[in-house]
């Protein structure tokens, strides 16, 4: 069984810390799969990839409120006008809301989709004020 301290559990919820590895999804779902890439060796840019093969641009959406990146996924299965009955269904185009808690400054700049995988570009943008700052020592 993995055992984890409090600071720990925190850390898991929050892209954009120093320490990358320690960070996950809020939501406990595994759909859809993701990935989430420290991109450039500071630590500032992060990739965040998720498979959504069978969704289009309209059906999918990315918001972010209060530092909470929001992915949801609406299948729209009246696309084509005709009703489906299946014999099997293995690939799940079933609806879903993946939430991620960004960290203090860091924003998307970019999204997109192509073959099937939604793609969001972070960037850690620390405002001058927010900066350590040298002190002159006298």
């Known amino acids: 069984m993995n055992t984890m301290t409090i600071p720990e559990l925190m850390l898991r919820h929050v892209i954009g810390l120093d320490q990358l590895s320690r960070f996950a999804e809020v939501q406990q779902t595994n759909y859809p799969p993701h990935n989430i890439e420290q991109n450039g060796s500071e630590g500032e840019e992060y ?9 289009s641009r309209d059906e999918l959406n990315a918001t972010i409120h209060n530092n909470v990146l929001s992915i949801t996924g609406r299948k729209n299965d009246t696309h084509d006008g005709v009703q ?15 939430q991620f808690t960004l960290a203090d400054f860091v924003q998307v700049e970019t999204v997109t989709l192509e073959n099937g995988l939604l793609t969001l570009f972070l960037k ?8 350590p700052k040298q002190l002159a020592i006298s």
């Open 84 to 98: 489906h009955v299946y014999t099997h269904r293995g690939i799940a185009f079933r609806d879903f809301e993946r």
């Open 47 to 55: 990739i965040l990839t998720l498979a959504v093969a069978g969704f």
């Open 124 to 131: 850690r943008h620390i405002p001058d004020a927010a900066k």
